[in-house]
């Protein structure tokens, strides 16, 4: 049990024990909880359009039962799992997941999120180019921009440069 005289390490254990609750408590609050998948999907747009980004893990201790009849099993166990509780309603809390494509499993992991994923109205894919030449990073440019309109179609409002700044 979280309680607010807990501190330090302790306090870090007990959420981490429990990583949906606080997200939990959040969404009944009225917050839109936004899924991520590895470190590419820009937390901050997310933050400074008022939604919580949440970081999607897998569960080493819960065996993949499900999962395998959407992705074959000699690929990642990591992101098979993730696939595997989200179909099990693991995250049921998230209003959305976003990914990006850092491989070709990463990249399907959100295709499956959207297409066997009960209750997942929002899905995004970033398609992260693997060079830094000018054209890809013009290309990556606009691949941000299209999940800055996406979100904001999601949150009802534009996004300002203020917002993003406070996010920041």
Known sequence: MVTATTKGLSRAREIYADRGKRV???R????KIIGYICLYPPIEIIT??????????????????????????????FLRSIIDLGIKGKFDFLDGAVGAHTCDIGM?????????IKDAPFTHL??????????????FEGQINFFKQHIEELAGEKLSGDKLKKAC
């Open 24 to 26: 939990r408590e959040l």
């Open 28 to 31: 009944k609050a009225g917050k």
């Open 48 to 77: 400074a359009m008022g939604m919580v980004p949440f970081r999607i893990f897998g569960d080493m201790s819960e065996p993949i039962t499900v999962a395998d009849k959407v992705s074959t099993t000699v690929v990642c166990p």
């Open 108 to 116: 399907t992991t959100i295709i499956a999120w959207r297409d066997y």
């Open 126 to 139: 970033i398609d992260v180019p693997h060079t830094d030449h000018a054209p890809a990073v013009d290309y």
